[in-house]
């Protein structure tokens, strides 16, 4: 197993049981964008050493976007153990993260392929679901959660091209992905999108990439309610702080803040991609959430949200 030794992950498992996770401070780190998983330290917990798998996907087929590291990782790692196949896409620079999650796909059984580009053009996303749809046969699950971001202290600190890029990345790809999607997407299909508490509470240093984040809520509940009658649910994530790429690899926080990062949550650490993993598991599965559609799910490490 790419995983390690089974006594090494049975270890694991056991601390994990404890509630061990890593806390901060963590090492002072600065990384270049886009940031790889592999350079980060202490490494992502993604694999999920204490999930229990019970069959939720066989035989589906699912494209994550932002698939190489991070929550994307841990997605795509759980939905292969729940027996579906994988499309993942990243940057190219991120290629080295990606072959590590295409290893730990294949060790759980099922195929993975590896889709890089850029979801700045709309033309690429319309190629990334008919490359998906071409290479694994068909197309059961959407997850769109790769995002960019950088911190600016004012708003005056936002060049024109950040915040058009932001919201490229963020909601105009998350568009033009549903709207290739969605011909080939049957009842009991599933989107499922990545947003963020910034979305719920704001973020006075992340004023482009929360209002991104409200954005894509509001637009989960729109599109949710124009599908419903066409059976495919359409829900969000929500995380509070989650201990990936993204945020050493922000060009406006400092390597002495990304040693503290997630410190302020209740508590007293980030999240890491496994524990928010499982969210989008329940969200693809029709066992656990037919019912369910148009919903924000916060997952802030016990921050609280009426939103």
């Known amino acids: 197993m790419a995983s390690g030794s089974v006594g090494s992950r049975a270890s694991e498992r056991e601390e994990l049981s404890k509630g061990n996770r890593p806390k901060p401070p963590f090492p002072e780190q600065k990384r270049k964008k886009p940031g790889l998983e592999k350079d980060l330290n202490p490494k992502p917990e993604f694999a999920g050493s204490t999930y229990k798998t019970a069959d939720k996907l066989t035989g589906k087929v699912a494209l994550v976007t932002g698939g190489d590291s991070g929550i994307g990782r841990s997605v795509a790692v759980l939905y292969a ?3 579906a ?11 080295e993260d990606a072959e590590e999650t295409k290893r730990f796909i294949e060790a759980a059984g099922r195929r993975c392929e590896l889709l890089p580009g850029d979801l700045n053009d709309r033309d690429f996303c319309r190629k990334l679901v008919a490359t998906t749809i071409k290479k694994l046969g068909k197309l059961d699950i959407l997850v769109s959660n790769a995002a960019h971001q950088n911190r600016k202290e004012t708003a005056e600190d936002i060049t024109d091209d950040e915040w058009d890029k932001t919201f490229r990345v963020n909601v105009d790809a998350l568009f033009f992905l ?10 009991g299909s599933s989107i499922i999108v990545t947003s963020s508490e910034t979305g719920l509470f704001g973020s006075k240093r992340l004023l482009d990439y929360s209002s991104t984040k409200g954005a894509i809520n509001a637009f989960v509940k729109a599109l949710a309610q124009n599908l419903v009658e066409k059976g495919i649910r359409v829900n969000a994530v929500a995380p509070g702080p989650v201990w990936t790429p993204l945020n050493a690899a922000d060009e406006g926080k400092p390597a002495k803040d990304v040693a503290h990062f997630g410190e302020k949550t209740p508590m007293g650490r980030p999240g890491q ?32 949200s009426s939103g």
């Open 81 to 83: 153990r729940e027996g």
């Open 85 to 95: 196949d994988v499309a993942i896409n990243y940057l190219p620079e991120e290629q």
């Open 273 to 304: 991609p496994e524990e928010i993993a499982p969210a989008y598991v329940f969200f693809a599965s029709e066992g656990d959430s037919s019912f369910i559609t148009g919903h924000v799910l916060p997952i802030m490490g016990g921050e609280v």
């Open 178 to 187: 549903c709207r290739a999607a969605l011909p080939h997407l049957k009842h």
